[in-house]
């Protein structure tokens, strides 16, 4: 090939950078140090749920819009700007569910679950997706772990799904919570409260915010929990639901408070706690983080509460329910802060070390030997001197090196060293597993 002069060699154009794709807006990743305290959470929840005879559910993230229009509300902040809705090809309107409890009333009704033993005790996880605007502790695809209990309207029920609340976060180390109760009372008493509340607002309207100035008309409620200081003062003088409940509310909601007492889980009555979804009547609560760093005074950990009309409303016959949700990245974010350690440490019995190409190859095989068996195997199958593979296997308190050099490679043997004692033995391979747990057992 001829040589080229220097001066005529092309020029070498620096290589372009890609600009690298983030994730989407409001979207984020769970990486592993964040999985153990996941992990912690949904494991000790799930636990939690079995014991009080729960089932587990999954329902599809993708639901017919019609579902939470009908569901959460026409008039609620979800439906009217959260919902990420689109038609798929086939022209069907589609939304990525916002929420877990209009998912297993759809599939309650679909699966004729009021035929099952009553009541149905279900609980779920999953991802949640609301086109909210993202700020600490608010995303728009976030995950929620529920449960929901359908076919019974005792206040026994309302007051036990607290209490598993409450257990759960006892479980999870969260100990310190306090629950804020509230009662919204039923169609017919909430009918006649609703007109007074119109009332009150209607006479207060030039101190509103735009949202709620708007909101008034359809769903005077919400404007109790407007958290725009002018309207909280507003909110403030407001008549209570609670003074305004009928007999059968008010007895219920009596009840569950007397349960909660027996039980001595403290509890906040919040007369504004009105919830951002449609679908609840009676009971409503929220579970709150005590403490006095800002985001435990600003956000819920979980919320919940009955929902007599909703079966109904979906197309099944009328069947009363309660349940609870808490957003996983809000408990993750609280339990992250409390340090309670539980990464693992990461030890094995058994760690290889290898030197060159043929033996790289050669410990493979000794691996897979050792993966299938309950003896824990720890590797560096990359390159790296054998002094450095040594001190992984110090770092992983690993009690034996199984090291492959070049000559082992060719004997279809394995060096087996004692990594306290220093003591080395040489063993064939087809016997590594045996001569190990020989070794470990010393
Ligand atoms: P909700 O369904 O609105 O009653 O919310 C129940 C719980 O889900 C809240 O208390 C939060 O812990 C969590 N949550 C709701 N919306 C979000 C969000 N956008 N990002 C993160 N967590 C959320």
Request: hydrophobic share 35%.
């Amino acid at each position: 090939m001829p040589r080229v002069k220097k001066e005529e060699q092309p020029e070498k154009k620096p290589r372009k950078k890609t600009k690298p794709i983030q994730a989407v807006k409001g979207m984020k990743d769970i990486l592993p140090p964040e999985q153990y305290v996941w992990d912690h959470i949904l494991e000790n929840s799930r636990k939690m749920c079995q014991d009080f005879g729960f089932g587990r559910i999954e329902t599809p993230i993708v639901e017919n819009t019609e579902l939470f229009k009908r569901g959460v509300g026409q008039v609620t902040d979800i439906v009217e700007k959260e919902m990420f809705s689109f038609e798929t090809q086939g022209g069907d309107k589609v939304s990525l569910r916002p929420e877990g409890t209009a998912g297993v009333v759809r599939s309650y009704i679909e699966n004729g679950m009021s035929r099952w033993s009553q009541p149905v005790r279900l609980y779920y996880e999953g991802s949640m997706f609301r086109y909210d605007k993202p700020q600490q502790g608010r995303y728009r695809e976030f995950h929620q772990f529920g449960a929901e209990v359908l076919g019974e309207d005792s206040p026994a029920i309302d007051a036990q799904v607290i209490y598993l609340a409450w257990k759960i976060f006892q479980k999870i180390g969260i100990k310190d919570v306090s629950v804020q109760i509230n009662s919204i009372g039923c169609a017919t008493c909430r009918a006649k409260y609703k007109k007074l509340l119109t009332d009150y607002y209607d006479m207060k309207i030039n101190k509103l915010c735009v949202d709620c100035k708007r909101r008034l008309e359809k769903n005077p409620m919400r404007l109790l929990d407007c958290k725009e200081d002018k309207c909280m003062q507003v909110a403030a003088g407001a008549p209570q639901i609670i003074d305004n409940l009928c007999p059968d509310c008010h007895d219920h909601f009596k009840s569950v408070l007397e349960f909660l007492d027996e039980l001595e889980i403290s509890y906040v009555l919040n007369s504004n706690l009105v919830r951002g979804l449609d679908y609840y009547t009676k009971t409503v609560f929220e579970i709150w983080a005590e403490g006095d760093d800002s985001e435990s005074r600003q956000t819920a950990l979980g919320g919940g509460g009955r929902y007599d009309g909703l079966v109904g409303l979906l197309g099944g016959e009328e069947t009363p329910a309660v349940g609870f949700s808490f957003g996983t990245e809000r408990v993750a974010e609280k339990v992250m802060k409390m340090n309670l350690n539980l990464e693992p440490k990461i030890t094995k019995d058994v760690f290889l070390v290898q030197l060159g190409d043929l033996a790289r190859r050669k410990v493979m095989k000794v691996f897979d030997k050792l993966i299938d068996t309950d003896i824990t195997v720890g590797e560096s199958f990359g390159r790296g001197s054998i002094k450095s593979q040594l001190r992984t296997a110090n770092k992983v308190r690993a009690k034996i090196a199984l090291i492959v050099g070049q000559k082992e490679a060719l004997d279809g043997t394995v060096i087996a060293r004692d990594m306290k004692s220093g003591m080395q033995e040489t063993v064939i391979v087809e016997d590594v597993v045996k001569e190990v747990r020989r070794m470990l057992r010393k």
